[in-house]
C-alpha cells in the first residue's frame, strides 16, 4: 500500500498483467489444472499476495496502462481476456478503457493518439455489444476506421 501511495504521488504508472493469474484469483480448479504442476504450486503459494495486490492496485488512483505479455498463451490480438480480467476482477470498465486509450497514450509520451479530437489520429473502433456491461466484448469487434475509411470485419452482427 505504501508503494501504491508513493506512485500516486509521484505520477509513476503501472501497467499490471491480470489474466495469466485468474484461476487462482477467482479459483477455477479446472482451468488451474492445465498449468504445469510447477505453476499450480507456484499459484498457490502466492495466492494471498496476487489477490491482495490487485486489490490494491484497483484501490489506488495510480495511472494504469493496458497491455500484456500473454503472447505464450494467447494471439496478439486476443487481448480481451486482459480487458475481460480487469473487469471481472472490479476495475470500473471506464477506468479500463481509459487504460487502453488515452492513459497508455500519456505513457507512451505520445500526443497524438489517445483519444478523438482535432488535431490527433483518429483510428477508432466500434463494437455491436456494451464493452461497459459485457467483459467479453472486446472479442468481437464490427469495424474499425483508419485514416477516415472504416474497415468492417467478417463478424455478423
Sequence with gaps: RDT????EDKDVYCVPT???YDEIIRLDEEKLAMKPIRMQEKLRHY???????REIIIDSNITLG???????????YEGWYEYESWLLSGIDPFRALRAATSDNAKILQRNDIGSIESGKK?????????????PTALQECSFVMKDGEVYATTISN
Excluded: N, Y
Design 4 to 7: 501504491a501511495k508513493l506512485m
Design 18 to 20: 491480470f489474466c495469466p
Design 47 to 53: 495466492q494471498k499476495q496476487l489477490i491482495e495486490s
Design 66 to 76: 493496458m497491455g500484456t505479455d500473454h503472447v505464450a498463451v494467447h494471439q496478439p
Design 122 to 134: 483518429a483510428d477508432i473502433a466500434g463494437w455491436c455489444r456494451d464493452l461497459i456491461k459485457d
